[in-house]
């Protein structure tokens, strides 16, 4: 399985500020996974990240509030822009491995906890 | 749309007991992935056991098992001998087949474990 390393791990900001999380992974890999898990709440998709082509989102998030980046096949960013304490969140990146064959579960980063005041 | 749905919000267990989590899924689908991951305090996603839905044999992992009744869109899984370990949130989740799809969740059952 896939190896990611999710940066950083905790963070507390200031309201309308922005934070960018990073998730770094030891192999190449397709499709690329931001999920919010809101405090005490299950993990809801944000969206999904593939190299070469803009993000995918989901219903409820867009992107001028959560840019995501992917410009390679190992590395991705999300930002979560002009905070506000609602965001306050773990954010967790997930990948799905290269081989289709390798139908596994995919492997998740550490996720951030991100903490609006 | 498929959704999943973990009833227990909360479970018990003596250490070196047995314990059974539910979850009931609803797809129109006849392939796809079943899956119970953990979630410690640290946060961290851990993959406890999947099921591919073509296949009629429950999967087990050591102390982990499943009961996978697709007629039944069930999906529960037991944990034998608990260890304090064991301790954590555990989410049922549900994936297409194919590539590019993403988790669908349930809410989560914490799993208390007392010594």
């Known amino acids: 399985s896939a190896v990611i390393s999710q940066k950083p791990s905790r963070d507390i900001c200031q309201r309308g500020t922005s934070l960018t999380i990073q998730c770094q992974v030891d192999s190449q890999v397709t499709m690329m996974f931001w999920y919010r898990q809101q405090p005490g709440q299950s993990l809801t998709l944000i969206a999904t990240?593939?190299?070469?082509?803009?993000?995918?989102?989901e219903s409820g998030f867009v992107i001028d509030k959560f840019p995501i980046s992917r410009p390679n096949l190992t590395f991705s960013t999300l930002t979560v822009s002009n905070m506000s304490p609602e965001d306050s969140s773990i954010y967790l990146c997930s990948v799905e491995p290269r081989l289709a064959s390798t139908n596994y579960g995919y492997t998740f980063g550490s996720g951030t906890r991100l903490t609006v005041v | 749309a498929q959704t999943v749905t973990q009833s227990q919000p909360e479970m018990s267990v003596q250490e070196a007991e047995t314990v059974t989590l539910s979850c009931t899924y609803d797809?129109?689908?006849?392939?796809?992935?079943l899956f119970w991951y953990k979630q410690p305090p640290s946060r961290q996603m851990i993959l406890v056991i999947r099921?591919?839905?073509?296949?009629?044999q429950n999967a087990t992992e050591n102390r982990f098992s499943v009961n996978f009744q697709k007629a039944a869109k069930s999906f529960s899984l037991k944990i034998s001998d608990s260890q304090l370990g064991d301790a954590a949130m555990y989410f049922c989740?549900?994936?297409?087949?194919?590539?590019?799809?993403?988790?669908?969740f349930g809410k989560g059952t914490r799993l208390l474990v007392k010594p």
């Open positions: 099921q591919e839905a073509y296949k009629q």
């Open positions: 797809t129109s689908e006849s392939d796809y992935y």
């Open positions: 989740a549900y994936r297409s087949e194919g590539q590019g799809f993403s988790f669908i």
């Open positions: 990240a593939n190299q070469g082509s803009e993000a995918t989102y």
